[in-house]
């Protein structure tokens, strides 16, 4: 399920490509008969151009089976860069 959420409120942001893409991450059960209460939120602040996203904020909620899958991808993702990294130098 995907929303346009114009949520201001003060999360906690990871700032990506040189600050034109935000993403948070958080818990959000509002919506009362849905499993997928991790929610994922992209804000973006590019030009039209360049935009990934057509609103400037855009989320999606996750189930915890489907955020546990999308952590481990990244962990390992993370993991081999690391070991990359190391044999580089």
């Known amino acids: 399920m995907w ?6 409120d003060d999360r906690e942001w ?4 040189d600050g034109e893409l935000k993403v948070a991450v ?9 499993q997928d209460n991790i929610k994922i939120v992209f804000s973006e602040n590019s030009s039209p151009a ?5 609103a400037d904020e855009t989320s999606f909620g996750l189930t915890s089976e489907e955020a546990r899958k999308l952590a481990l991808w990244l962990i390992t993702a993370a993991d081999k860069n690391d070991q990359w990294m190391q044999q580089s130098k």
Request: proline share 4%; no cysteine.
């Open 3 to 8: 929303i346009i959420d114009p949520n201001t």
């Open 14 to 17: 990871l700032s990506l490509l």
């Open 26 to 34: 958080e818990f959000d059960n509002s919506e009362e008969g849905y």
């Open 50 to 54: 360049f935009a990934l996203f057509k």
